[in-house]
């Protein structure tokens, strides 16, 4: 079967850095990428890794490591406007072309 | 134009209408897709059209049907759903639909309750 397994919750303070984890497996696999959701919002697109090693995107950066079945998702400098749902995402082969994660609800506090 | 753009936002129905779902993208991506997502839950995938060809996840029931009129519109009609149906309804956009894909574009969903 396919699975991307994550942490719930996370929970952490204006400032600080947290790091999102993301185990997966899965059929066939495509790169690794990270979504945001907020409440009752859309899945917005953050990053992306085909190969392994870091990829930093201003605040955020995405770890991945192949060998492992393994990234994480790292938010530095960590704002309210933080706090929403990350999902990882594995491409893969069959149906579903884009597996997600279950998804990791981070609650940021001043 | 870089956005996926569903109507309506919101959306109450009874158990014996008929109504539909529209989405639209005007990116040029040749995949489009009809997610659905439970609170607290990632977005199921029910249904992909790539490069004029639809698929369906088998596990979809048939009071769920998508039409895609052209490349830049996919519809989903809705007929005669359950209380458990109700969910946020997600359209997102890629640009081929195959494997190695990343970086969709998601609509800001339909909220929908059927009572």
């Known amino acids: 079967g396919q699975s991307l397994e994550q942490p719930s919750e996370v929970t952490a303070v204006e400032g600080a850095i947290v790091q999102i984890n993301c185990t997966y497996q899965?059929?066939?696999?495509?790169?690794l990428s990270w979504y945001q959701q907020h409440d009752g919002g859309a899945p917005t697109f953050l990053s992306y890794?085909?190969?392994?090693g870091l990829e930093e995107t201003g605040r955020f950066s995405s770890f991945l490591s192949r060998s492992d079945s393994y990234g994480y998702l790292l938010l530095q400098e960590l704002q309210m406007k933080d706090s929403a749902s990350y999902f990882c995402?594995?491409?893969?082969?069959?149906?579903?072309?884009?597996?997600f994660g279950t998804g990791t609800r981070l609650l940021v506090s001043p | 134009d870089t956005e996926v753009t569903q109507t309506p936002k919101h959306l109450v129905m009874g158990m014996t209408n008929k109504k539909s779902l529209k989405c639209e993208q005007h990116?040029?991506?040749?995949?489009m897709y009809w997610y659905k997502q439970k609170a607290k839950k990632p977005p199921e995938l029910m249904f992909v059209?790539?490069?004029?060809?639809?698929?369906i996840n088998e596990s979809v029931p048939s009071r769920f049907s998508p039409e895609c009129p052209n490349s830049s519109l996919l519809n989903l009609h809705l007929h005669a759903l359950q209380p458990e149906d109700s969910a946020l309804y997600l359209c997102?956009?890629?640009?081929?639909?195959?494997?190695?894909?990343?970086?969709?574009?998601f609509g800001s969903g339909t909220r929908l309750t059927v009572v």
């Open positions: 997102a956009s890629s640009q081929g639909g195959g494997a190695g894909d990343y970086g969709y574009t």
């Open positions: 899965t059929s066939g696999f495509y790169g």
């Open positions: 890794n085909a190969l392994d």
């Open positions: 995402a594995v491409g893969s082969t069959g149906f579903q072309k884009l597996v």
């Open positions: 990116m040029g991506h040749r995949a």
């Open positions: 059209y790539s490069y004029e060809k639809l698929s």
